[in-house]
């Protein structure tokens, strides 16, 4: 038999010890024994006692007397009053000061056994409570990040999907993710603004879905109509993600990669980090408005930043692969034209540190 719970016998007397140790061993319990309050705290202080069978009257401390001095220090303890017939009064009194139950002498041994199963199987369920009600907070919110991140998950391989069915575009998404990445890296951003910069990257085309892809794949120019149409990627893009990701930098990152240092990009004709965006627009930004201190685009919010080192990278995909209107450009070529749009389509300090990583990974090669 699996050994249960260990029974600490606190009473003066002897046989009454021995009685109950025999009865409780046999049921598979583990005992100890104490013939007083002292040696009574020293077991417990021994530790691995769940339950203290506590005579009521004894020599010295008194089995009344001990019970708050238990509670206070073990207030997980089970403890149960073994009570003279003649005073339950007190034993009642003893459970309003934390006993779980009490038991009259002479013992019935069914009945004390009982009332140590009962009392056991309420403190296992109380604990088990407790244990439920502290975490309940954590699991909830970590179920829920678990829902987003599936969710996450499931629109990423959607936009994987929707790449991969067209050549020219297949693996983009992963590629500008990881190009920023290093660019944000080489800037020395905080990882934490690093990791949404990656999210942005994975995520940036994803409003393509609401494009036609005839129109996305027209071979030769757009007309101004389809150029509109194509435009749009930004804002449906932003609207897709709404409902999943909470966090609206990589919203504003997602919406504004198409946007130039200059303000002459789409959608909303942001100057990125030139200079801090309208009013009307930090007023929609909700709540995003903490603005970068410190190094790139000083003054204006971290999306800002993030969305012109997406810019570059996204640019610099584009023109490196083919097309269905043009051939691809070599790394030398496109890392000339992103020069030349330093200070009027691409922010200067993300093009200087987009350079370094091609150069460090030119010799690294
Ligand atoms: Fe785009």
């Not at 009194?93 to 009945?111: E, I, Q, S």
């Not at 027209?218 to 749009?232: A, H, I, M, N, R």
């Not at 009027?344 to 987009?354: E, L, R, Y």
Request: proline content about 4%; hydrophobic content about 40%; aromatic content about 6%.
């Amino acid at each position: 038999m699996l050994a249960k719970e260990t029974i600490l016998i606190v009473d003066d007397e002897e046989v009454v010890r021995k009685l109950l140790r025999r009865k409780l061993v046999g049921m598979g319990y583990q005992c100890r024994e104490a013939g007083g309050a002292a040696q009574a705290m020293d077991e417990l202080q021994a530790g691995a006692v769940a339950l203290v069978l506590l005579d009521i009257k004894m020599p010295g401390k008194s089995g009344v007397q001990l019970l708050p001095e238990i509670k206070a220090a073990y207030p997980d303890k089970v403890v149960i009053m073994a009570t003279a017939n003649t005073d339950t009064d007190t034993a009642v009194n003893c459970m309003k000061h934390g006993a779980y139950d009490y038991v009259t002498k002479p013992f019935n041994l069914g009945g004390v056994v009982l009332s140590v199963e009962r009392a056991l199987e309420r403190k296992r369920l109380e604990l088990e409570n407790r244990d439920y009600q502290q975490h309940l907070e954590e699991r909830v919110s970590q179920q829920a990040e678990k829902i987003r991140q599936s969710f996450l998950n499931s629109i990423t391989a959607l936009a994987y999907a929707l790449e991969a069915k067209d050549r020219y575009t297949s693996g983009h998404s992963e590629r500008v993710a990881a190009l920023s990445v290093a660019i944000a890296t080489e800037l020395g951003l905080p990882p934490e603004e690093i990791e949404k910069i990656r999210l942005a990257g994975l995520l940036h085309d994803i409003g393509k879905i609401g494009v036609k892809e005839p129109v996305l794949n027209k071979p030769d120019g757009l007309t101004d109509d389809e150029f509109q149409y194509v435009k749009s990627h930004c804002e449906i893009g932003e609207r897709i993600l709404a409902p999943i990701v909470e966090d609206k930098k990589i919203l504003f990152m997602v919406r504004h990669h198409h946007e130039r240092y200059d303000g002459a990009g789409y959608p909303d004709g942001l100057s990125l980090t030139k200079m801090p965006p309208s009013a009307d627009v930090l007023a929609a930004a909700e709540g995003c408005t903490e603005v970068v201190h410190e190094g790139v685009g000083g003054g204006v919010p971290s999306w800002c930043r993030g969305a012109s080192i997406l810019a570059v990278a996204d640019s610099f995909d584009a023109m490196t692969s083919e097309r269905p209107y043009r051939r691809a450009m070599s790394d030398e070529m496109v890392c000339a034209e992103i020069e030349r749009g330093r200070g009027t389509q691409f922010t200067p300090a993300v093009v200087d540190a987009f350079l370094r990583v091609k150069k460090k990974s030119l010799i690294a090669d």
